[in-house]
């Protein structure tokens, strides 16, 4: 009776000649078909977690939350109060304190504080020229009084720079000084213009967030 008919596997030749060999080679091959399953199981998986990330993307308050990380907004009443107060436009306010600190309120190494960065002797400054009394450059931590006094320069520069908001912009960013300097003589300054690559794209940030703020919490804005 032959060695398959008692039910005992045939050994291959290989198998009877070196069976170390042909033990390393199983064993190769059994990882090989471990590693193919790894593979096949990690797609699934990719394939899942990619399709249920795309049906909780299209939930629209998902979708909203997702978009409003790009673009935040906070403390819209107080911008709307001050905007009515320094005459401003709201989607203006909301554009600095975006391009200052994306209303993460914080104080910079420079010294400047709070969302819309104050420098603390402006805010002195301003506070004597308000005929304020009781301001201390600690309030300025309060974000109420941070859009406040922030909102009272950006208007003071207009006002400077006869409503020209690209100087305006400019000065908040890069001081008066500088801009003062660059159109020295009445010498007009448009964004590309501007000396310092820092302000340059400070003021080119701000007037792009500008139209979008205006356009997309047109609501909380202007409502």
């Known amino acids: 009776m032959s060695p398959s008919a008692t039910g005992t596997p045939r050994r291959s030749r290989a198998q009877r000649e070196n069976p170390a060999a042909a033990r390393a080679a199983a064993a190769r091959r059994r990882r090989r078909a471990a590693a193919r399953r790894r593979l096949r199981l990690l797609a699934l998986g990719i394939g ?3 399709v249920t990330i795309a049906v909780v993307l299209s939930m629209p308050l998902v979708r909203k939350a997702v978009n409003d990380l790009g673009l ?13 107060q320094k ?3 709201p989607a203006l306010i909301a554009a600095v304190i975006y391009a200052e600190t994306k209303f993460q309120p914080r104080d910079s190494s420079a010294g400047a504080v709070g969302l819309m960065q104050v420098m603390p002797q402006t805010a002195l400054f301003l506070a004597r020229r308000s005929g304020a009394t009781t301001f201390s450059t600690s309030d300025l931590e309060d974000p109420q009084v941070n859009i406040a006094y922030g909102s009272y320069y950006l208007r003071y520069l207009l006002d400077e720079y006869h409503g020209h908001l690209t100087l305006a912009l400019a000065a908040y960013n890069g001081g008066e000084s500088n801009v003062d300097r660059w159109v020295a003589g009445g010498r007009s300054l448009t964004v590309s213009e501007i000396p310092f690559p820092e302000t340059r794209a400070y003021v080119a940030k701000v007037i792009h967030a500008e139209g979008q703020y205006r356009h997309k919490y047109a609501n909380q804005l202007y409502g």
């Open 72 to 84: 935040p907004l906070s403390y819209s009443d107080v911008i709307r109060q001050q905007a009515a």
């Open 48 to 50: 899942v977690t990619a």
């Open 87 to 89: 005459h401003l436009d």
